[in-house]
């Protein structure tokens, strides 16, 4: 995708706060943080959103980044939580898809 945000951060021509990587997925962190961890997970291949996904692997090499993200920025222990924002009604403004990691602070139930 020529001129998708985060596919611009893959490709580097985007500057990112880069944060882990896997051979098949990005973390950076959140340009507007909503949480004093706030890490994106994306896959490297574009995916308009999780709508578009084909298999399992795809999000399941997501969540094991995360997994290792969470460790890394030291919330694993306390927990964390992970959000997929999906099409209009789910919130989602960026056209890639990606898993927001939020840790830090206690994530209150339901969400506002
Ligand atoms: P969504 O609302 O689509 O689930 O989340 C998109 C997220 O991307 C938002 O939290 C927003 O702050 C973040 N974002 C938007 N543009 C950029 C950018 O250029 N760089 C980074 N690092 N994050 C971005
Ligand atoms: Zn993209």
Known sequence: M???????I?????PAAKV??????L??????PKSPVHVLVI???????????PDAS??????????QVARQEGV?????RCVVNT??????TVGHLHLHLLGGRAHGWPPG
């Open 87 to 92: 099409g209009e009604d789910g919130g989602q």
């Open 2 to 8: 020529e001129d998708c945000l985060f596919c611009r």
């Open 76 to 80: 694993a222990t306390r927990g964390y």
């Open 43 to 53: 896959p490297k291949v574009h995916y308009a959103s999780l709508e578009e996904v």
């Open 27 to 32: 973390a950076f962190r959140d340009i507007a």
């Open 58 to 67: 795809v999000f399941g090499a997501m969540s094991m980044l995360a997994q």
């Open 20 to 25: 882990a990587e896997s051979e098949t997925c």
């Open 10 to 14: 893959v490709r580097g021509e985007l």
